[in-house]
T-cell receptor, first 115, second 111 residues
Framework: GAVVSQHPSRVICKSGTSVKIECRSLDFQATTMFWYRQFPKQSLMLMATSNEGSKATYEQGVEKDKFLINHASLTLSTLTVTSAHPEDSSFYIC???????????FGPGTRLLVL | EDQVTQSPEALRLQEGESSSLNCSYT??????LFWYRQDPGKGPEFLFTLYSAGEEKEKERLKATLTKKESFLHITAPKPEDSATYLC????????????FGGGTRVLVKP
């Protein structure tokens, strides 16, 4: 149990385009979902927290107009990187937390490369 | 300021050579400490949660312990498949459901 999927697993896009990443909890309802960013050989940095049906809460320094988060249902959250630039290239990981669960469960990550 | 520090940053072990990873924390209001394993190009995989000083948990060759200032992840007689990055994270009472991660320890076990 507690499986989280992400799609796509890898995406390459041109500078200036927008990219949408989906995060789904497959076998539980996620009251809260989190989006992280991870650079090579570094740890996870929390970007934002989203609760179903509410606006996301962004961490300090994360541009909410650039990283649009939608948590429309208890099993789906999306992260849209708008007007992507090469510096947005990174590994993006989502996690989901269900009612009564002791820990967040992580997706497999999405590798974004902006050319 | 809340801080989570992991050491060493990297660890090279021979197969069978037991060792310990450290996660030290200076935080206010700890609700829980988590250990995760992360393989290259993948998301973290949950290993353990520890809630109070003196608590210990085991899973196969891994054993996690917790004191008031730090946690240790002991790897007993590691195998090459234990090679991964091990992350610790703290859950603070004042932080809702957010986790604060340490920098991780990259473990390489050579056959």
């Amino acid at each position: 149990g507690a499986v989280v999927s992400q799609h796509p697993s890898r995406v390459i896009c041109k500078s200036g385009t927008s990219v949408k990443i989906e995060c789904r909890s497959l076998d539980f309802q996620a009251t809260t979902m989190f989006w992280y960013r991870q650079f090579p050989k570094q740890s996870l940095m929390l970007m934002a927290t989203s609760n179903e049906g509410s606006k996301a809460t962004y961490e300090q320094g994360v541009e909410k107009d650039k990283f649009l988060i939608n948590h429309a249902s208890l099993t789906l959250s999306t992260l849209t990187v708008t007007s992507a630039h090469p510096e947005d290239s990174s590994f993006y990981i989502c996690s989901a937390l269900g009612q009564g669960q002791e820990t967040q469960y992580f997706g497999p990550g999405t590798r974004l490369l902006v050319l | 300021e809340d801080q989570v520090t992991q050491s060493p940053e990297a660890l090279r072990l021979q197969e069978g050579e037991s060792s310990s990873l450290n996660c030290s924390y200076t935080v206010s209001g700890l609700r829980g400490l988590f250990w995760y394993r992360q393989d290259p190009g993948k998301g973290p995989e949950f290993l353990f949660t520890l809630y109070s000083a003196g608590e210990e948990k085991e899973k196969e060759r891994l054993k996690a312990t917790l004191t008031k200032k730090e946690s240790f992840l002991h790897i007993t007689a590691p195998k090459p498949e234990d090679s991964a990055t091990y992350l610790c994270a703290v859950h603070l009472r004042a932080a809702g459901n957010k986790l604060t991660f340490g920098g991780g320890t990259r473990v390489l076990v050579k056959p």
